[in-house]
């Protein structure tokens, strides 16, 4: 089995490799750090078995990276192993295509036991789940936001997401070595398929996948 570790912490890094080594020895284990870098390696054609991906990276706003590869590579099973606690996170992450969630502060011998359900074809969620905590209610609506993100091109969400950095067309277009002209016909492929009219209302639709700094 080849696993993927996405988590810009070396020291987690390194950690989850060791949990994962005492459950799984024969596992073959990889790591980035940066979700550009994540993306690099799956267009590769280095697919994983598995991905154990953080929420927090460098790059991404909140859910967009799991938005994007379960849109891309909807074979490759995810597992979100985050220091975000709250039950509703981890249904809005379940919603977005996540087959298992694994809190930061988990045991490790869960590590193990939540991947072997996962490649089992189950959905692994912590046992003892706060009891006074209730789903986000806004999940619906993120999945069908979601789904319509399922629609863009990898470059055309790779546009996307630098608009919600406030780049211009002419910033996106030097970052990405093509003409200005380009990027306005991604911009314009854009704004058809999420259903909006501007720049404001895209960023608006990659936002709300974003999380909130709450945390137990």
């Not at 406030?166 to 854009?190: M, P, R, W």
Request: a negative charge; glycine letters at 6%; hydrophobic letters at 45%.
């Amino acid at each position: 089995m080849n696993i993927l570790i996405v988590d810009d912490h070396p020291l987690f890094r390194h950690a989850l490799i060791q949990a994962i080594r005492y459950s799984l020895p024969q596992a073959q284990i990889y790591e980035t750090a940066a979700v550009n870098e994540f993306y690099a390696r799956l267009e590769s054609g280095a697919e994983p078995d598995l991905v154990l991906l953080d929420l927090n990276l460098p790059g991404a706003s909140g859910f967009s990276a799991l938005v994007y590869v379960r849109a891309q590579y909807p074979a490759i099973p995810i597992i979100v192993v985050s220091a975000y606690e709250e039950l509703s996170i981890m249904q809005r992450a379940i919603a977005h295509g996540a087959v298992g969630y694994i809190p930061k502060s988990a045991h490790p011998g869960h590590i193990g036991e939540a991947i072997c359900r996962v490649m089992e074809g189950d959905v692994w969620l912590p046992a003892n789940l706060p009891g006074n905590l209730h789903f986000d209610p806004r999940a619906a609506d993120e999945t069908a936001q979601a789904e319509r993100m399922q629609l863009l091109t990898p470059q055309q969400f790779r546009v996307l997401m630098m608009l919600a950095e406030g780049l211009l067309n002419k910033q996106i277009a030097y970052e990405l070595s093509v003409s200005e002209a380009t990027i306005k016909a991604h911009v314009t492929a854009i704004f058809r398929k999420l259903g909006v009219q501007n720049r404001t209302q895209a960023v608006l639709a990659i936002n709300a996948l974003n999380i909130e700094e709450r945390r137990v």
